[in-house]
């Protein structure tokens, strides 16, 4: 790949039309290098969105919200999961926002949430550690992550393999620039499946309130059922698959650099390093979207009012202008902040939850559970996507003739 099809007009957007949908899929991080290198925005012609991919720039356009908001009309989330408040600005966003918030505040999350979660962790990790040998995908990190959920939005009428279909199939529709029919057409059924969901536990959850997220906005005058609706739908797709793909990718992590995992193994203090350095590693929500409200300049290129701009958080995470040797993982790399979250008014809500449930208990009690866990040699892990990117499988070995079949005493 070279870059002799970049097509650069006086201050126009440069156009790049050699790379494909398949090659970012497979591996995206070396266009992104590219980009960055070249074209820090640049129409890409094979995911339909201008791509913005420096990290300075990133920050710059979710600091300025009002001059690059987050509602577009042609919003792919909005067709696929309706108008919640992750496509909202301002104070329309802030009031809808403020009602989720009531459940992941930090006492929730230390002693309501981190409880059951941690029973959902040990449970799992129970029925399958005598084995010596699993896919951490499906046999851990998938239902783990569609487990806790179900808890923490009150969804627990529904099995967990129905949400983790439900996430894939808004997940692939939220990302589908292609505009392939297929996809629209699953995601239209999830929808479906999570309305009929919600309209089974709604009427309790007004009746009987609790801290679930579900409770939370039936018992709030700010949020209509269309509304509940939509904001469920978008936690089902991003607050499922980023646990799980960051459990999945800091355990691939360690599991591939012996130094690191003995490092963590010696000093525990280091699990949340794990963490943070993972979602920055692979960051498992890759992109998000924004428009530019007026005419203005960015980056050396003119933007026009209604310009949508697809922002690279994966792409900012390996920016050379902000991380040394960007490509390695690192658990004792310098502190500094990543974009792994976002930023600005709407940073992730459920970055803490995340950081709970997988740098305080299912990585470590992964590596703790399992003696002697290590990549499976004769079978390959796979890591797919871009717009969500994370391992799609992950095999593992370990000493099945020393596991505890006992929870281990972990901590908030």
Same mark, same amino acid.
């Given at each position: ?10 201050? !126009?957007? $440069? ?10 899929? =497979? ?17 890409? +012609? ?37 108008? &919640? ?16 918030? #009531? =459940? ?15 029973? @959902? ?39 967990? *393999? ?24 699953? &995601? ?18 007004? +009746? ?7 409770? *939370? ?6 949020? =209509? ?7 469920? #739908?978008? @936690? ?13 990718? !800091? ?10 995992? !003995? #490092? ?56 050379? !202008? ?11 790399? $310098? #502190? ?67 596991? =505890? ?8």
């Amino acid at each position: 790949m070279t870059g002799s099809n970049i097509a650069v007009r006086s201050k !126009a957007i $440069p156009v790049i039309d050699d790379v494909t949908f398949e090659a970012l899929y =497979s591996n995206p991080y070396p266009t992104y290098a590219r980009l960055r290198r070249d074209a820090p925005i640049a129409w890409l +012609s094979a995911a339909n969105i201008n791509l913005v991919t420096r990290f300075d720039t990133i920050k710059h356009i979710d600091a300025h919200a009002d001059a690059f908001p987050a509602f577009d009309q042609k919003s792919l989330m909005i067709r696929a999961m309706g108008h &919640g408040f992750l496509r909202m600005d301002g104070a329309e966003h802030r009031a809808e926002r403020m009602v989720a918030q #009531k =459940s992941v505040t930090a006492d929730l999350i230390r002693n309501h949430w981190f409880p059951r979660f941690q029973s @959902i962790v040990d449970d799992l990790i129970a029925g399958f550690e005598h084995r010596g040998e699993a896919d951490l995908f499906t046999d851990f990190a998938a239902p783990m992550a569609s487990r806790c959920l179900m808890e923490l939005l009150g969804l627990t009428n529904v099995r967990w *393999q129905d949400l983790c279909t439900w996430s894939q199939s808004l997940m692939d529709a939220v990302g589908n620039y292609s505009d392939d029919p297929t996809i629209w057409s699953r &995601g239209e059924e999830a929808s479906r499946g999570i309305d009929d969901a919600l309209d089974e536990v709604l009427g309790d959850k007004r +009746s009987t309130p609790d801290p679930t997220l579900v409770s *939370q906005m039936a018992n709030s005058s700010a949020m =209509s059922r269309e509304k509940i609706r939509a904001n469920v #739908k978008f @936690i089902i797709g991003g607050g499922l698959n980023e646990p799980r793909d960051a459990t999945l990718t !800091a355990m691939y992590c360690l599991l591939s650099n012996v130094s690191q995992l !003995a #490092k963590v193994r010696a000093n525990p203090s280091l699990w949340s390093n794990v963490f943070e350095e993972a979602v920055r590693y692979c960051a498992p929500i890759g992109v998000y979207p924004r428009t530019v409200a007026n005419d203005i300049e960015l980056d050396g290129v003119d933007l026009k009012k209604g310009d949508r701009l697809g922002l690279c958080i994966a792409s900012a995470c390996h920016d050379e !202008a902000h991380w040394r040797n960007a490509q390695a993982f690192d658990i004792e790399r $310098p #502190k500094r902040n990543h974009l792994a979250f976002g930023s600005g008014p709407h940073l992730c809500l459920g970055a803490k939850t995340a950081r709970m449930q997988v740098g305080q208990l299912s990585v470590p009690a992964l590596v703790e559970r399992l003696p002697g866990l290590s990549l499976n040699s004769e079978l390959k892990t796979e890591f797919a996507g871009w717009v969500f990117r994370g391992p799609t499988r992950l095999p593992v070995i370990w000493d099945s003739g020393n596991g =505890s079949a006992k929870g281990l005493s972990r901590q908030p």
